[in-house]
């Protein structure tokens, strides 16, 4: 399982490098909710795609190697794992002036939206960290037969902000 110490590691080492990224998926609601409230299998992290030579470079310092075959793949996302088996899902985004972002997911212009509000911080393990918000994370947990730990994740949400959820 992918440990608090190895994400706030992971943080440090591409803030060092000048990378910012955001922590999305179950580490960014636990981040969120300011505790680990599961086992999380990874680590969903986006950056800035011109940053992307940069993060991969550091990622690979720090032991990562990009794994082939992942679908869905680039332009949308791609990962890379460590010896122990921690594995980073690295979502690129293209920034616009007025700090909106897309996420490109194919190349036949199909792209995730970012509104300039959907980058925030949260804390693990007492460390402030970069992340979506409660609002993107909602958005996201829509449009798709919801896994346990989806269910878990909103759930925590809804406790902690009072957000309605669809799930």
Known sequence: MFA???????LAALRAAGCE????????????????????GDLD??????????????LAAAGYTEREGVVPGRPARFVMADAHGNELDLHPLRFAADGSALQR???????????PHAFTTGVI?????PCLSVAQQVAFHRGYRPRSRDLHDMARLREAFGVATHF
Do not use: K
């Open 45 to 58: 992290l986006l950056h800035r795609v011109e940053q992307e030579p940069t993060v991969i470079a550091t």
């Open 105 to 115: 997911l194919d190349d036949a212009g199909g792209a995730f939206s970012y509104p």
């Open 21 to 40: 990224v955001w922590i999305a998926g179950g580490w960014g609601i636990d981040a969120l909710v300011g505790r680990a409230t599961r086992e999380h």
């Open 4 to 10: 608090a110490e190895t994400v706030l590691g992971v």
């Open 125 to 129: 393990e007492g460390v402030r960290v």
